[in-house]
T-cell receptor, first 117, second 115 residues
Framework: SQQGEEDPQALSIQEGENATMNCSYK?????LQWYRQNSGRGLVHLIL???NEREKHSGRLRVTLDTSKKSSSLLITASRAADTASYFC?????????????????WGLGTSLGVNP | DTEVTQTPKHLVMGMTNKKSLKCEQH?????MYWYKQKAKKPPELMFV???????INESVPSRFSPECPNSSLLNLHLHALQPEDSALYLC??????????????FGPGTRLTVL
């Protein structure tokens, strides 16, 4: 299966703590992205890391990518109650049949994060 | 305007009804997507339109019929649905030629219930 895997499935922490979630994949990728989804709503793009990058920061978010291990991690520092959401990784690959404008994202199963005030 | 809008927010329909979901974006994106999402699951890709042409159909049953009237609009026509089609239907858009990669912008979704 091309689907990404995420762990943990669920994570519960206290406000102020850091949250780390991991994503693994099986194919070669162009880039890997992280999205957040608040309960029953649309997804919001958080950060994109390209296959030739190893680490990227955006505010309280830090993403790492290890292409040799085919894995990525998302770290949220100093968590807040408002960070409570589901977090999905999604990666883009470009096989021959889906070249050019037909690229699609392959999604991980998601991590449900609960931050307690 | 960095928003993708979807109407309606909620839809309840019987198995014999015909209804349509609508999606609109004004970011100049030339790729638009329909996803189906069940509770606590990742979104499942249904269709991709690229430059107003259907480029990906993920073997979706014919009771779902997509339409892209122009570069800003995407419709999903529904007919003779089954109760298992009840889900959150998400629309997204992206700029396929962007050097940023395929970052997708999502609408808030339509919560569909089939009775």
């Amino acid at each position: 299966s091309q689907q990404g895997e995420e762990d943990p499935q669920a994570l519960s922490i206290q406000e102020g703590e850091n949250a780390t979630m991991n994503c693994s994949y099986k194919t070669s990728i162009n880039n890997l992205q992280w999205y957040r989804q608040n309960s029953g709503r649309g997804l919001v793009h958080l950060i994109l890391i390209r296959s030739n990058e190893r680490e990227k920061h955006s505010g309280r978010l830090r993403v790492t990518l290890d292409t040799s291990k085919k894995s990525s991690s998302l770290l949220i520092t100093a968590s807040r109650a408002a960070d409570t959401a589901s977090y999905f990784c999604a990666f883009e690959f470009s096989p021959v049949t889906n070249a050019g404008n037909n690229r699609k994202l392959i999604w991980g199963l998601g991590t449900s994060l609960g931050v307690n005030p | 305007d960095t928003e993708v809008t979807q109407t309606p927010k909620h839809l309840v329909m019987g198995m014999t009804n015909k209804k349509s979901l609508k999606c609109e974006q004004h970011m100049g994106h030339r790729a638009m997507y329909w996803y189906k999402q069940k509770a606590k699951k990742p979104p499942e890709l249904m269709f991709v339109y690229s430059y107003e042409k259907l480029s990906i159909n993920e073997s979706v049953p014919s009771r779902f019929s997509p339409e892209c009237p122009n570069s800003s609009l995407l419709n999903l026509h529904l007919h003779a649905l089954q109760p298992e089609d009840s889900a959150l239907y998400l629309c997204a858009s992206s700029q396929p030629t962007s050097g940023r990669g395929n970052e997708q912008f999502f609408g808030p979704g339509t919560r569909l219930t089939v009775l």
